[in-house]
């Protein structure tokens, strides 16, 4: 069984930061994209950020410049830093990864929620 688990959300003022983590857990051989999706009330769950087993990564226009992921392979772990944030970034942030274990397979965390007030 594969679990992923995220940490990090709260609340923040406009123009502050927070850090999201997600470690992921379980019967694990390898992981593939790792990545970061977001749904704020009445909106559909978008791509926030991405990045590959080697690094490549890939953000939504909203967020670039703004928003950094990283991961550490060696403790199955995504991050996703947070600057600059705008009351528009407020949703529940979900983590999300491509896992081979017994088999492959596509795992989502429970979600954190990200509140940015005015």
């Known amino acids: 069984q594969v679990q992923l688990v995220e940490s990090g959300g709260g609340l923040v003022q406009a123009g502050g930061s927070l850090r999201l983590s997600c470690a992921a857990s379980?019967?694990?051989?390898?992981?593939?994209?790792m990545g970061w999706y977001r749904q704020a009330p009445g909106k559909q769950r978008e791509l926030v950020a991405a990045i590959t087993s080697g690094g490549s990564t890939n953000y939504a226009d909203s967020v670039k410049g703004r928003f950094t992921i990283s991961r550490d392979n060696a403790k199955n772990t995504v991050y996703l830093q947070m600057n600059s944030l705008k009351p528009e970034d407020t949703a529940v942030y979900y983590c999300?990864?491509?896992?081979?274990?017994?088999?492959?397979?596509?795992?989502w965390g429970q979600g954190t929620q990200v509140t940015v007030s005015s």
């Open positions: 999300n990864a491509e896992i081979l274990g017994y088999s492959i397979g596509d795992y």
């Open positions: 379980g019967n694990i051989f390898s992981i593939n994209s």
